[in-house]
């Protein structure tokens, strides 16, 4: 069965890090496009950062900088290193792997929530 | 950026009704528009790509089709499971941008 689960959220104070995983079973991360999407309390989602197969990465301008997405072949994990982070990256994070560098997102991991407060 | 102007933002709508939710991009994206259905605490889940392709075990009642820069997601006869909040998004470029979503009411 393909499916995608997330870990790492927490509560983290303004300008903190954190680093959220994404262990995949049932398909290689590194043959796939994985991306991160995320969703503030009550808002819509927003796509934040997508790796490609042959490793280019491209971020959400909002995260340019701040945010980077990484994995780990050797673990099937898929990464997203937050540094700088503000009140405004307060959401749940998920992961979703993407059909191809013009794909649509299928499928998607449960989420795991990151608040930034002090 | 690919601007998405999705609508409406909300809906209230009666088992069996058919409904319509639009989609419009600030410019041509061919048919790399994609459809996902949320509910309360879960993660959405993709219902219709490419434009007017059905995901793999979604009911036939959900349609999607394309004209130019217009895109639409049709439920035939809603039935109970279907309110929700429905997205759409395009793949075309990035940022991969999203539809503000529309939620999907019982009358």
């Known amino acids: 069965e393909v499916q995608l689960v997330e870990t790492g959220g927490d509560l983290i104070q303004p300008g903190g890090s954190l680093r959220l995983s994404c262990a995949a079973s049932?398909?290689?991360?590194?043959?796939?496009?994985m991306s991160w999407v995320r969703q503030a309390p009550g808002k819509g989602l927003e796509w934040v950062s997508v790796?490609?197969?042959?490793?280019?990465?491209y971020y959400a301008e909002s995260v340019k900088g701040r945010f980077t997405i990484s994995r780990d072949n050797s673990k099937n994990t898929l990464y997203l290193q937050m540094n700088g982070l503000r009140a405004e990256d307060t959401a749940v994070y998920y992961c979703?792997?993407?059909?191809?560098?013009?794909?649509?997102?299928?499928?998607w991991g449960q989420g795991t929530l990151v608040t930034v407060s002090s | 950026d690919i601007q998405m102007t999705q609508s409406p933002s909300s809906l209230s709508a009666s088992v069996g009704d058919r409904v319509t939710i639009t989609c419009r991009t600030s410019?041509?994206?061919?048919?790399?528009l994609n459809w996902y259905q949320q509910k309360p605490g879960k993660a959405p889940k993709l219902l219709i790509y490419?434009?007017?392709s059905l995901q793999s075990g979604v009911p036939s009642r959900f349609s999607g089709s394309a004209s130019g820069t217009y895109f639409t997601l049709t439920i035939s006869s809603l039935q109970p499971e279907d309110f929700a909040t429905y997205y759409c998004?395009?793949?075309?470029?990035?940022?991969?941008?999203f539809g503000q979503g529309t939620k999907l009411e019982i009358k």
């Open positions: 490419a434009a007017s």
């Open positions: 790796i490609y197969s042959g490793g280019s990465t």
């Open positions: 998004q395009q793949s075309y470029s990035t940022p991969y941008t």
């Open positions: 410019q041509s994206i061919s048919t790399y």
């Open positions: 049932g398909f290689t991360v590194s043959s796939n496009y």
């Open positions: 979703a792997r993407a059909a191809g560098s013009s794909g649509w997102f299928d499928p």
